[in-house]
């Protein structure tokens, strides 16, 4: 089991790091992370670090990036050159220090090696990141990255899978669906859903696969007469059918939503590791889209991989990572969005698959503690309000028992930037930590562009599916 280094321990009174490194054992992620920070805390910074230590142990991982930040996992270099740095840095940033474009990425480059070397780590360790990992940047209904064919998600699953995953991965693509075209629908009461769910699962059980042109259009003359006890025509009358489809309809006419029907099927053994059984580094951003598909996006990927999930044989390893960049508004207190139903799933049973998750947010009090209660490990930064304060220590205490509130409380308010209370499962007293230097260069969201000219070489291949290699926990020969 391999140790991810993660920073130093500081004396939190005097700020100041000291001789002990902070390198947590991969495998206890599977009992999952929380990272929490207000903006500006090295939070941001924190998750890199975290993923960059996941793949460099062989731990494949796959990324939520609704704000665009963690592409910055593709900015690495070897050489730390200022000719590395220049097409990357911001020119705003350059301005703002009284610097040309060039002057600024040496800059970066001194700083970057400066303080890599503070940690011990050179180019030698950029290098074997670089060539150990397969990086790629998803981009749902955009061109700019590779792309992702999400309503090409409907293939029938294997004769013998599991009924349980298939009819939740059925209830996420439907629920995730409906939302695009603005509809909050219940899958318990919903005639859309239930209707929808059924035509596909109708079509599963015959070996079927299907794509979503093919379901809108049995939405008017469905190959299913009965839904329940109550004939198809009394449930869910002709008219409403025929207006519930060129609902439908309109999405598919789009022009934009062509671009929702290009690139690699979602297949989250490919999208883990490479043919040849290396890691990859599966970045699905959603920066450029709107709240709804972003929805939408999210949980067609985590239904996708609850379902791989639950194909895999048990481990105590870490066998892959999940991390969502801002769970906020993916797992509200009260509220039930499609995502939440997925995420609380992977935070209940994800540990027996060896599938580690780690949620990041800056709003506590907008998520619901009771699925971060499932969590071991917490790395909490500075907070914006008391009121953040208060939510996470109630988690906190659900999660690990035995907190010091007040302590905890005490020591969160006194934190600088970059540092960290560190909580884990089966540790007596919270430690706290400053992160270590990150290889990949931080420069905030990348524009369409960059991820363009970064992903020119990917876009259009198609992802080879995953050998049995892709089942492979950390540290397997």
Known sequence: MADLFLGGLIDPAAHQRTDTNVALPSGDFTTHGVIVGMTGSGKTGLGIVLIEEALNAGVPTLLIDPKGDLTNLCLTFPALAPADFEPWVNEGDAAKN???VPEFAAAQAELWTKGLAGWGLGPDRIGALRAATDFTIYTPGSNGGVGLNIVGSLTAPPAGADPEATGDEIEGFVSGL??????????????EHILLSNLIHNEWEAGRSLDLPTLVGMVMNPPIRKLGVFELDQFFPPKDRQAFAMRLNGLLASPSFGAWMLGIPLDIGAMLRTPDGRPRCAIVTTAHLSDQERQFVTTLVLSKLVTWMRGQSGTTDLRALLYMDEVAGYLPPTAAPPTKKPIMTLMKQARAFGVGVVLSTQNPVDVDYKALSNAGTWMIGRLQTDRDKQRLLDGMSAATGGVDVGAVGDTISGL??????????????????????????????LTRDQIATLMAAQKGAAVTPATPAAAAPAGAP
């Open 416 to 445: 600088g930037k970059r540092e960290f209370v560190l909580r884990r499962a089966g540790k007596d007293k919270p430690e706290v930590f400053t992160t270590r230097w990150a290889m990949s260069y931080l420069r905030g969201p």
């Open 98 to 100: 009284g610097q040309t």
């Open 178 to 191: 409906l939302s695009l075209v603005g509809i909050d629908a219940d899958p318990l009461s919903s005639r």
